[in-house]
C-alpha cells in the first residue's frame, strides 16, 4: 500500500520488518530521523528487539560488531563523521566477516563544517571491506534495505545503505511498503554460522602473523567481489516478490544508440533524468547509475558502456590531489578497452551545493568540449576566493589538453 | 578469523565442576611470572563455562591467540583496542534478545580501560549491561613496550615517563579508576591483587551473581614493565597491598562495603625496592628522599580513607587470606 513517508521513516519501518534483534543508535545529522523512528517504533511495541543508545558511533559499530557476533540481527546508522568516528570499527567488522546493515545518509566531511549531502563519507571507508550499495530514490533504500539484510547473511559480509542526506532521508514520497509476510518469506531467520556459544567455543579476532594475514585478505577480498552474485540474487528475487527492482549492480537507462554516457551514483540520476526529458534539444544521453560501489561492477560497467563515445563520470566526493574517486575507477575498468569511451570527470553537488536540471546541459557540454578533463569540481565560483586561492589551473573552465 | 575448540560435556557437567572448569588453559605465550595470565585463569576458572569473553587488544589478546591457536576454551571475541565495553554491550544485548543466559565479560588492560577504552567502558556501565568488566592492572602500556597509562602510579619510571636528570619517572599520579567506575551508581565494583587468589576467587562470583554492570580491577604485575624477577610476581603484588597503595576494597553503589584489613603495613620502600621501575628513587638526593615521603604518604592515606588497619585475627586479611587460600575452605 502507498503511503507518503518521509525517507527516514520508511527507512526505520524497513529496518523493523526485517525483525533486527539490537539496534544501536546514535544521533547525527542526517541520520538521526532513522533512530528516533525505530525508537518509537520500539516504544510502542511495534518492534521488539533491544534497542541500545551508545555514547559514540564508535560504539554503535561496536555494539552491532559485539551483537551479530553474538548471534543477533544488527542494524545501525550514521552518517559523516559519524561514519569517519566508526571507521575502524567498520575495516573490523568486515575483517572479522560479521554480518550486519548499516544506513549511511550520505553527507559531507568536515572542514569546512558541512551538514549537507555529498557522497565523501562513505567513500572514506571504500576500502574497508563493506559492499556498498547507493539507492536512488527512497522507494530504492526501503528496498535495497530489506536486500541487504538477505545480502549480509548470505555473505558474512557487512553491507552499508548508503541513501543521500535530506535529499533522500528529510523527503517525502510515496512508498509502497512491503507487508511482514513478504519480507518474512524473502529474509530468513538470522541465522550466524560462528556465533559466539559456550557450547561451542569459538575464539574470534585473533592476531594473525604475517604467515596468515595475506591469506585472510585474498579471501575477504574474494568475498566481496563474489557477492556480486548475492547482490544480484536478492534484488532478483526481491522483485519477483514485491514487483520492484532495483538494478542489480548497475541500472542503465536511455537511447541504445546514445554516444554520449553519463555515470553517477545516488538520488542525482532522479534529476538527470528529467533533465534529459526536460531539454529534447540536446542529446539524449545513457544514463549509467552504480548502484554497487563495493564489489565494483567492473565487467557490467564495460558492457554498460560499449557502444559510448563518451562518458561523463559525474561524482559527490574526490580525492584531493588526484581526480574524483569513482572516475578513477571507471577509467581502471575501462582501461586497455577496446573502442573503450573517452572519461570526463567531474564532482558536483558537494556540502549540499543544489543540482539543478541544468547539469544536464553542463555535462552533455563536457563531453563533447575537444578538452579531457582529468578531474574539476563544477560551479566553483572563483570570485568567491582571494586570488591567491583560485587555482584557475584546476577549474574545469580550464582542462587538461585534448588526449585524442 | 576463528579457531575452534569442540567441548564434549554438556554445560549442566560443566557447572557442577566449576572450581575445576578451566576457560583459559597452557600453551599461551605469556612471559614468566605474568600476573595477567594467572589473573585471566583464576577469573575465567571462577565465572564458569556459560561465559562469552570481549578482549580489548593488548598483551592478553596478543599471547592468548595466534592463528590457528588459541588458549580459550570459552567463546571469545578480540575486535578493537578501545571498545571492550561496547563489544560486551552488544553481546549482551543479543544474548537477551535471544533469550540465552549466558554472561558476558569484558578484559582489559589498564591502557584499554583508563584511558582509550574508558569511554565505551563508561556508556557500557551507564547503560547497565549485565557484563562482568574486568580491568587487568599492571600499570602501563605493556604490549607496546612499558609506556605509562593513566594508570601508571606516580614516579614510576616508563619508557614515556622516563627516570633522568631532571625527572623522577612519571609526573602524575595514578588515575582512581575504582571511585570513577563507582560514580556511575555501580551495583558492584572492587579491586583485587594475583597475589589474593581466593579473595579474586569470591569477588568474581560476587560479580556473576549481579544482574548488572560489575567492574573488577586486578593488579598483576608485569616483571618485564615492572622489572623485577618474575618468580617474584606474586611477592610484589602481595607487598603492594600490605604497603596500602593498593587497597583492596568493594564498592557498592558507591558505598564501601568491603575490605582486606592489613595487619602488619609495610613500609612502601619494601615494594619500590623490588621493582626496577622505582630504583631512580634510592638515589642520594633530596628530591628523591622527598618522592619516597611522598608515596607512602599516598599509602598511608589509602589506609585512613579506607579503614584498612586490621587489628587481631582475621580469615579476610593480608596474612589470613593466604592462610584460607592454603586450607580446607579453599574454595569458599
Keep these: ?404 | 578469523m576463528s579457531a575452534t575448540t569442540e567441548v564434549s560435556v554438556s554445560l549442566a557437567e560443566l557447572r557442577e565442576n566449576q572450581p575445576r572448569f578451566q576457560g583459559f588453559v597452557g600453551g599461551h605465550r605469556a612471559c614468566v611470572g605474568c600476573g595477567q595470565a594467572l589473573a585471566a585463569r583464576l577469573v575465567t576458572e571462577s565465572a564458569g563455562p556459560d561465559v562469552a569473553v570481549a578482549n580489548a587488544t593488548g598483551c592478553l589478546e596478543v599471547f592468548s591467540t595466534a592463528w590457528p591457536d588459541s588458549a580459550w576454551r570459552v567463546p571469545w571475541l578480540h575486535s578493537l583496542f578501545e571498545n571492550a565495553g561496547a563489544i560486551a554491550s552488544g553481546m549482551e544485548a543479543a544474548f537477551k534478545a535471544r533469550g540465552q543466559s549466558t554472561k558476558v565479560l569484558a578484559f582489559a588492560g589498564d591502557g584499554g580501560t583508563f584511558d582509550i577504552g574508558f569511554q565505551s567502558l563508561s556508556g557500557m556501565i551507564e547503560r547497565n549491561h549485565n557484563v562482568l568488566y574486568v580491568c587487568y592492572d599492571n600499570e602501563a602500556y605493556m604490549n607496546t613496550g612499558v609506556q605509562r597509562s593513566s594508570s601508571t602510579p606516580h614516579a614510576a619510571s616508563t619508557t614515556t615517563s622516563p627516570a633522568g636528570r631532571e625527572r623522577l619517572g612519571k609526573r602524575h599520579m595514578k588515575k582512581d579508576i575504582l571511585q570513577i567506575v563507582a560514580a556511575h551508581h555501580m551495583p558492584y565494583a572492587a579491586t583485587a591483587s594475583v597475589a589474593y587468589p581466593s579473595d579474586l576467587r569470591k569477588k568474581v562470583r560476587r560479580a556473576m551473581e549481579i544482574e548488572g554492570s560489575t567492574f573488577l580491577l586486578v593488579h598483576s604485575p608485569c616483571p618485564l614493565g615492572w622489572r623485577h624477577d618474575g618468580a617474584k610476581s606474586i611477592e610484589v603484588a602481595r607487598l603492594a597491598v600490605t604497603t596500602g597503595l593498593v587497597p583492596i576494597i568493594e564498592l557498592e553503589r558507591g558505598a564501601l562495603t568491603g575490605s582486606m584489613p592489613i595487619r602488619e603495613q609495610r613500609p612502601v620502600v619494601d615494594y619500590l625496592r623490588a621493582q626496577g621501575r622505582f630504583q631512580h628513587l634510592f638515589a642520594d638526593s633530596a628530591e628523591a628522599r622527598e618522592e619516597l615521603e611522598h608515596i607512602q604518604a599516598l599509602a598511608d592515606y589509602n589506609i585512613e580513607r579506607y579503614s584498612l588497619r586490621g587489628t587481631g585475627a582475621d580469615a579476610r586479611d593480608t596474612e589470613g587470606a593466604d592462610t584460607v587460600s592454603r586450607g580446607g575452605v579453599r574454595w569458599a
Design chain 1, 1 to 404: 500500500m502507498r503511503q507518503a513517508l518521509e525517507g527516514s521513516q520508511a527507512i526505520a519501518r524497513a529496518v523493523a520488518l526485517c525483525r533486527p534483534n539490537v539496534v544501536s543508535a546514535y544521533p547525527i545529522t542526517p541520520q538521526t530521523h532513522i533512530v528516533e523512528n525505530i525508537a518509537k517504533l520500539v516504544a510502542d511495541g511495534e518492534l521488539k528487539c533491544e534497542y541500545v543508545s551508545v555514547e559514540s558511533e564508535h560504539s554503535a559499530a561496536s555494539v552491532a560488531l559485539g551483537a551479530a557476533a553474538a548471534g543477533a540481527r544488527a542494524y545501525t546508522a550514521s552518517a559523516s563523521q559519524g561514519i569517519l568516528l566508526m571507521c575502524e570499527v567498520l575495516y573490523d567488522i568486515a575483517g572479522l566477516r560479521i554480518p550486519m546493515v548499516l544506513t549511511c545518509a550520505n553527507r559531507a566531511v568536515s572542514a569546512p563544517l558541512s551538514i549537507w549531502n555529498d557522497h565523501q563519507d562513505s567513500m572514506a571507508v571504500r576500502d574497508a571491506g563493506w559492499i556498498q550499495l547507493f539507492c536512488a530514490d527512497n522507494q530504492e533504500a526501503v528496498d535495497t534495505t530489506i536486500q541487504a539484510f538477505r545480502i549480509t547473511q548470505d555473505t558474512d559480509l557487512p553491507v552499508m545503505v548508503c541513501v543521500d542526506g535530506f535529499t533522500l532521508t528529510h523527503t517525502l514520497e510515496p512508498i509502497d511498503l512491503p507487508t511482514q509476510d513478504q519480507v518474512d518469506d524473502f529474509l530468513p531467520p538470522f541465522v550466524f554460522a560462528r556465533a559466539l556459544d559456550p557450547r561451542k567455543p569459538l575464539s574470534i579476532g585473533t592476531l594473525a602473523t604475517p604467515e596468515w594475514f595475506t591469506e585472510a585478505r585474498h579471501s575477504h577480498h574474494g568475498a566481496v567481489l563474489a557477492a556480486s552474485d548475492a547482490i544480484v540474487a536478492a534484488d532478483r528475487d526481491w522483485q519477483q516478490l514485491s514487483g520492484r527492482g532495483c538494478g542489480g549492480l548497475l541500472q542503465v537507462d536511455g537511447p541504445e544508440d546514445a554516444r554520449i554516457g553519463i555515470l553517477c551514483m545516488g538520488s542525482v540520476v532522479g534529476t538527470l533524468q528529467d533533465a534529459r526529458e526536460a531539454m529534447p534539444a540536446l542529446p539524449s544521453a545513457r544514463i549509467i547509475r552504480l548502484r554497487s560501489f563495493r564489489p565494483f561492477p567492473a565487467q557490467a560497467l564495460r558492457e554498460a558502456c560499449s557502444g559510448l563515445d563518451q562518458v561523463v563520470v559525474l561524482e559527490r566526493a574526490l580525492s584531493p590531489g588526484a581526480t574524483g574517486i569513482v572516475g578513477a575507477e571507471v577509467r581502471a575498468a575501462l582501461y586497455g578497452v577496446a573502442n573503450a569511451p573517452r572519461v570526463q570527470n567531474v564532482a558536483a553537488g558537494l556540502g549540499g551545493r543544489d543540482m539543478p536540471l541544468t547539469l544536464y546541459a553542463q555535462l552533455i557540454e563536457l563531453a563533447q568540449a575537444a578538452a579531457t578533463t582529468d578531474f574539476a569540481i563544477l560551479d566553483v565560483e572563483l570570485d568567491k576566493l582571494p586570488a591567491e586561492d583560485r587555482y584557475p589551473e584546476a577549474a574545469v573552465a580550464a582542462v587538461s589538453g585534448d588526449r585524442s
